[in-house]
């Protein structure tokens, strides 16, 4: 049970740095047309499009609600893994 908790941390985790890289992609000229950023927007595009609407002139703040989104989910699945664990001890 706990290793299911931890792979399941370890996927938002590893979301949350695509989600990262793909931020930091923006700065870069013609990154999002490589095969590795358009990988990665395939990943990363469908989630962030719940957060678009957030943005203040050019500055989009998607990806930062995104990030934070996942941290509670993250730590809603720390807490659960707490509570699920105490249950069976």
């Not at 792979?7 to 695509?18: C, F, K, Q």
């Not at 469908?46 to 609407?53: A, K």
């Not at 943005?55 to 699920?84: E, H, K, N, R, T």
């Amino acid at each position: 049970m706990n290793l299911i908790f931890q792979v399941l941390s370890w996927a938002v985790s590893a979301y949350i740095l695509l989600i990262v890289v793909y931020a930091l992609m923006s700065w870069l000229p013609g990154a999002y047309q490589s095969k590795l950023g358009q990988f990665i927007g395939r990943l990363v595009e469908p989630f962030l499009s719940y957060f678009n609407f957030i943005s203040v002139g050019p500055l989009g703040f998607g990806p930062v609600v995104a990030i934070i989104v996942l941290s509670l989910v993250q730590y809603g699945l720390q807490y659960l893994q707490y509570i699920v664990l105490s249950l069976f001890v």
